[in-house]
């Protein structure tokens, strides 16, 4: 009769082995069946973890995990290991902090936090209670990013994370550096102040006010935000820098050149002199009488008014401003979103200010009037004054800078500006 059980047993078990039997509680015959694959399963499982375990820790029947807490930066280590284990002792950092005959182990713990775990196994004290094996395990929690204010980059920023916090008014400035998030969870705190959009969490490229103070800034990098599930209200601002002023345009080399001319534009020429002419009748008359009549000489033609003076050069043109920045581009990748919105405002940046033209070279003094011989002819004038020269026209407004690309798997609130 026990060599028909154990028979059937071994049948059974190959039965349930290869998968081809089906168990019917129909009648006490099937019934009987059920209960002998049921001892069946129960000698298979205990004889796979006599064979997983065999008295010695492995990296595969001892497991560590982190299950996550609800706070933010928290979360719960789980140490496990084989049933057939009498007595554990766990080390923690070098610290022992206890034996325990439960199958598992657990901690509060923050994020990221590093550990070094050693655990002692012992056997059950039926078995005597004898030291089995030890294993040493190097583990860190997950780690998460809590932010509360504001936080500037100064280089490119990749936040690789389990779960990621944005406090309410919490801001992440990227001053047109890359940033990443690249999270299990992105959790986005609610404002307790309806339509005060400087209480919601944000993410910038730069402020609104921003002026570029360098070309780099005219076209700022990635926003990207990766995500398994998000929860939350977060507004993206992707805003362009105004674009860097013209320079002076005393600080170009045409200034220089400007500055080598004269103050004024060259002086006209003289006037042409007067001429005087002797009587005809003074050739008639004896010698003394003829040099007396000579000095009483008559103007024959009057001395010239001076020529205008040259017109001056004209003034330098203003220098155009600079372009105004990009908005960026922006990837959000999000796989679960039926509890996240995401807002997305945009504003190319404008374009900086031209400078100034400068005022044009004066015009030359008019030419000196010819000369009046013996004051007998009308006496000429000073030449007119040269015009000055144009005034340079002022420099125009740089043009706007572009808007990036979005890419996004889900709907965004979008406003151009």
């Given at each position: 009769?026990?060599?028909?059980l ?71 280590m ?58 040493g ?8 990013f ?36 690249n ?37 700022p ?105 990009n ?28 400078s ?7 015009g ?54």
């Amino acid at each position: 009769m026990k060599s028909s059980l154990l028979h059937k047993i071994l049948v059974l078990g190959l039965c349930l082995s290869v998968g081809a039997c089906a168990f019917k509680k129909e009648d006490a015959e099937d019934k009987q069946r059920q209960e002998l694959a049921d001892v069946v399963t129960q000698q298979l499982d205990e004889k796979k973890e006599k064979i997983a375990f065999e008295g010695t820790l492995t990296k595969e029947n001892v497991s560590v995990r982190f299950d996550e807490n609800e706070t933010p930066g928290s979360y719960n280590m789980v140490i496990e290991w084989p049933d057939a284990v009498g007595m554990m002792e766990v080390t923690l950092n070098g610290r022992v902090i206890g034996s325990f005959k439960e199958k598992s182990f657990s901690i509060s713990t923050p994020h990221s936090q590093k550990y070094q775990i050693v655990l002692r196994a012992y056997a059950t004290l039926q078995e005597g209670g004898g030291f089995l094996s030890s294993i040493g395990i190097e583990k860190e929690a997950h780690k998460d990013f809590i932010l509360d204010g504001i936080y500037n980059l100064s280089k490119a920023e990749l936040f690789k994370v389990n779960r990621a916090y944005l406090r309410k008014g919490s801001k992440i400035v990227t001053n047109g550096h890359n940033l990443e998030i690249n999270t299990n969870k992105l959790y986005v705190e609610a404002s307790d102040l309806i339509g005060n959009e400087y209480d919601r969490a944000q993410i910038a490229t730069f402020p609104f006010d921003r002026k570029s103070i360098n070309p780099n800034e005219l076209s700022p990098g990635r926003i990207s935000i990766i995500a398994n599930q998000a929860f939350g209200d977060l507004m993206i601002s992707m805003i362009g820098v105004t674009g860097y002023d013209a320079k002076l345009i005393t600080e170009t080399p045409a200034w220089k050149r400007f500055m080598q001319l004269p103050s004024k534009a060259t002086k006209g020429s003289s006037g042409a002199d007067g001429i005087l002419t002797v009587p005809p009748e003074c050739e008639q008359l004896p010698f003394n009488a003829k040099e007396v009549c000579k000095k009483l000489s008559v103007c024959l033609e009057n001395p010239k008014d001076g020529n205008p003076g040259a017109q001056g050069a004209n003034g330098l043109n203003g220098v155009n401003g600079n372009p105004g920045g990009n908005t960026g581009d922006l990837v959000i990748d999000i796989k679960n979103d039926s509890e996240f919105n995401a807002s997305v405002y945009r504003k190319a940046g404008l374009g900086g200010m031209g400078s100034s033209g400068t005022p044009g070279q004066l015009g030359g003094d008019g030419g000196d009037p010819g000369k009046n011989p013996e004051n007998r002819c009308k006496n000429a004038a000073q030449g007119p004054r040269g015009a000055d020269g144009a005034h340079g026209k002022d420099g125009t407004r740089g043009p706007r800078g572009a808007y990036g690309q979005i890419t996004t798997n889900i709907k965004l609130d979008k406003t151009d500006n």
